[in-house]
């Protein structure tokens, strides 16, 4: 059993910056891909961020440049800095840890979700 628990989210004004924190159980953290998904009010969750065991980073074209996604892997933790908020940025944010195989980008793989973070950002 694998917990994830996300913290950092908050109200917002456009242009600001808020930095997530994720917190993982267990002691496979190291080995696996992580990172962060997302869903805006009304429609569907998509890819935000990942992050490889080794520090290779994947980002959504629609974040590239303004989030940053790192790891502490003694502490088990994975954070997403989040620069220049869009409104667009509102959404919950979900940590996930992905399993063996799969896209990072369809998330197919991922097999622990945290339970959100919400991000709210105003114009």
């Known amino acids: 059993q694998v917990q994830l628990v996300e913290s950092g989210g908050g109200l917002m004004q456009a242009g600001g910056s808020l930095r997530l924190s994720c917190v993982a159980s267990?002691?496979?953290?190291?080995?696996?891909?992580m990172g962060w998904f997302r869903q805006a009010p009304g429609k569907e969750r998509e890819f935000t961020a990942a992050i490889s065991p080794s520090g290779g980073t994947y980002y959504a074209d629609s974040v590239k440049g303004r989030f940053t996604i790192s790891r502490y892997n003694a502490k088990n933790t994975v954070y997403l800095q989040m620069n220049s908020l869009k409104p667009e940025d509102t959404a919950v944010y979900y940590c996930?840890?992905?399993?063996?195989?799969?896209?990072?980008?369809?998330?197919?793989?991922?097999?622990?979700w945290g339970k959100g973070t919400l991000v709210t950002v105003n114009s």
């Open positions: 996930v840890k992905y399993g063996r195989s799969g896209s990072v980008y369809t998330g197919q793989s991922i097999d622990s």
């Open positions: 267990g002691r496979t953290f190291s080995f696996n891909v």
